[in-house]
Each structure stands twice: as structure tokens, then as C-alpha cells.
């Protein structure tokens, strides 16, 4: 079975692994980091449960040998970068609180940026993996709804 990535092991393959012949590498989707916050500040303590908890790791292999018995084959990788929007950029950010304590905080308006970033990613992996068919339904869809031709409802894909 083929599987598309959309997530940072997808996003940074090992160099080496280009570089010499039957390596492994195992890459973790866990988020880590020196951003534990001690204080009070509600919007600070936020990424405490959300950005540590939980993680994944894939093991990768480039040897020939290994092919007929991995389960994937990792074939297309997408990176969504946001950063050129300032609002994605002051969403979340590193800063002390009112007691001194350095910690990340977090605004409302992450959702609506972490929305927007996440369709953006799908969109643009949505071409490389849907089929050709469901390709040509949801241009159909699109255009019959933009010329105001019938009254459909927008064409959701199912992956």
C-alpha cells in the first residue's frame, strides 16, 4: 500500500538517508521543545496539554531488501508554510507573564489560522492523491455552483 504524507516525517527526510545505502531512520511527529509553563496565565497554560501529549514515529527505510516487506511507500510529501501571514504569525508566540515566567501563548484567532493552514494542506495533497475522476466531479461541482447553473451543495472529498 502507497501512503502520502502530510506530516514532518514527510516534510524532512533524513538527509543521510539520500547520502548512504540501506539506513534507518526513526522519525517522531512528537512535539518537543523547553516551552513548559509554570505559571497561572490561562492562555499560556493551554499549549501544556495541548502540544505535549500524545506522538507518532514512523521507522524509514531506503534499502532494496526492505521494499517487499514494508507495509508503506512513502510517495508524496507536502509542506504548508503560513509564515508570510501576519496573523498566522502573532496566533501563537513565546512571551513572560505578568510574574516573569517565560512561556508560549496562545490567541483565538488559532483556530481560525490553523483552519485556513489545514485546507490549504489538504487542497494541495488532494491533487496529488484523489483520482482523476473525483478530480473532474469537484471541478463540475465548483463550476455549476459558481455559475449559479443549480443549486448543489459543495463537493466534499472523501479521504
Given at each position: 500500500?502507497?501512503?502520502?504524507?502530510?506530516?514532518?516525517?514527510g516534510?524532512?527526510l533524513?538527509?543521510?538517508q539520500?547520502?548512504?545505502?540501506?539506513?534507518?531512520?526513526?522519525v517522531s511527529?512528537?512535539?518537543?521543545?523547553?516551552?513548559?509553563?509554570?505559571?497561572?496565565?490561562?492562555?499560556?497554560?493551554?499549549?501544556?496539554?495541548?502540544?505535549?501529549?500524545?506522538?507518532?514515529?514512523i521507522?524509514?527505510?531506503?534499502?532494496?531488501?526492505?521494499r517487499?516487506s514494508?507495509k508503506?511507500?512513502?510517495?508524496?510529501t507536502?509542506?504548508?508554510n503560513?509564515?508570510?501571514?501576519?496573523?498566522?504569525?502573532?496566533c501563537?508566540f513565546?512571551?513572560?507573564?505578568s510574574?516573569g515566567?517565560m512561556?508560549?501563548?496562545?490567541?483565538?484567532?488559532?483556530?481560525?489560522?490553523a483552519r485556513?493552514?489545514?485546507?490549504?494542506?489538504?487542497?494541495?495533497?488532494?491533487?496529488?492523491?484523489?483520482?482523476t475522476s473525483?478530480k473532474?466531479?469537484?471541478g463540475?461541482?465548483?463550476?455549476?455552483?459558481?455559475l449559479?447553473?443549480?443549486?448543489?451543495?459543495?463537493?466534499?472529498?472523501g479521504f
Amino acid at each position: 500500500m502507497m501512503l502520502p504524507s502530510a506530516n514532518p516525517n514527510g516534510r524532512n527526510l533524513p538527509p543521510f538517508q539520500l547520502v548512504h545505502e540501506n539506513t534507518y531512520a526513526m522519525v517522531s511527529t512528537e512535539v518537543t521543545g523547553q516551552h513548559a509553563y509554570g505559571g497561572n496565565d490561562i492562555n499560556t497554560l493551554v499549549t501544556n496539554c495541548v502540544f505535549h501529549v500524545g506522538g507518532a514515529a514512523i521507522l524509514l527505510s531506503n534499502g532494496r531488501s526492505d521494499r517487499q516487506s514494508s507495509k508503506y511507500q512513502l510517495i508524496h510529501t507536502v509542506h504548508t508554510n503560513t509564515a508570510s501571514s501576519d496573523t498566522s504569525c502573532s496566533c501563537i508566540f513565546q512571551e513572560e507573564d505578568s510574574q516573569g515566567i517565560m512561556g508560549v501563548t496562545v490567541t483565538r484567532s488559532l483556530l481560525v489560522e490553523a483552519r485556513q493552514a489545514i485546507t490549504a494542506h489538504l487542497t494541495t495533497l488532494g491533487k496529488l492523491v484523489l483520482p482523476t475522476s473525483d478530480k473532474i466531479l469537484f471541478g463540475l461541482n465548483y463550476l455549476i455552483r459558481k455559475l449559479h447553473l443549480a443549486k448543489f451543495e459543495a463537493l466534499h472529498a472523501g479521504f
